[in-house]
């Protein structure tokens, strides 16, 4: 029998994630079904259940539905404990684990398909949402010099700065508010839900160090984000190559086998 996987949000017509694993199980002679299904609100267990039930070994999991995943989950590997979300379930007998893979496939993508090492450099995290405790952890182990977080309010920036510190002392790690912010930067991250109502953020064009990254988690057009860190001569990266990425961490984690996923990038890039 042919194994049966799916992509679960709402709304979920516009994923791309049924065509990156069709290319993966191609690349990877896998014999498996992908597809999105759409979960009514309030009816994400429930979808669950029935998929299990129908022979189902695995989903990702998008947005709004990452936090019901997570209390799902009767296990959750350390990176989705560390973002209190999970992107990928696993079926096996009477368990259901829930992993997080969203961080691990953005350093991958920044790290390998742009690149550049985080190593020793000048990290600043935009946000303190779902999205930025999500990349936290993964961007940390790669143990940059400094990591800044900053939010429109410092609260919760402080709130996960506090939460690390310990766990990484050879990192200068700091909260600020997005106003407060004037030192430059070797990588920008923009956590923020901003690009989706294609907003600009209130940060300083100092913060934008010569040659930096600005990486953009949001794909498909350029930000605001994008375009004042292109003015200020950054080299900036969108989300598609992480969308990608999570997803290849995904299918890793399902198959046991790791597709070539820079190949799908740029396929992605021009479809």
């Known amino acids: 029998m042919t194994d049966k996987y799916a992509v679960i949000g709402n709304p979920i017509a ?16 896998q014999e498996m079904t992908y597809e999105a299904i759409q979960a009514p609100l309030g009816g994400f267990a429930d979808t669950v259940k029935q998929l299990i039930a129908d022979g189902y070994q695995g989903v990702n999991v998008t947005v709004p539905f990452k936090f019901d995943a ?8 350390v990176l989705a404990q560390h973002a209190g979300a999970v ?4 079926f096996k007998q009477s368990s259901i684990s829930g992993h997080n893979t969203d961080g691990l496939g953005m350093v991958r993508d920044i790290e390998e398909n ?11 995290l935009l ?21 800044t977080v900053a939010n429109r309010s410092v609260e919760k920036a402080v709130a996960m700065v506090e939460k690390v510190k310990a766990q990484y002392p050879s990192v200068d790690l700091a909260a600020e508010t997005f106003d407060q ?16 109502n294609k907003a600009s953020l209130p940060i300083s064009d100092l913060v934008f160090a010569d040659s930096c990254l600005a990486y953009d988690m949001m794909y498909g057009q350029e930000t605001p984000f994008m375009a004042q ?25 399902w198959r046991g086998v790791r597709p070539e996923a820079k190949a799908v990038i740029d396929k992605m890039r021009v479809s």
């Open 87 to 90: 992107n990928t379930l696993m």
């Open 229 to 253: 860190a292109k003015a200020n001569g950054a080299q900036v990266a969108d989300g598609l190559g992480m969308l990608v990425e999570q997803a290849a961490e995904a299918f890793l984690l």
């Open 114 to 124: 742009l690149a550049i090492s985080l190593q020793g450099k000048r990290v600043l």
């Open 70 to 77: 997570y209390e799902m989950a009767t296990e959750l590997n």
């Open 127 to 147: 946000g303190a949402g779902g999205a930025a405790q999500g990349v936290l952890h993964p961007v940390l182990d790669k143990n940059p010099a400094v990591l």
């Open 14 to 29: 516009h994923s791309k994630s049924p065509a990156i694993h069709a290319a993966f199980a191609k690349q990877t002679n």
């Open 181 to 196: 912010l004037n030192n430059a930067f070797d990588v920008i991250i923009n956590a923020t839900s901003a690009s989706l």
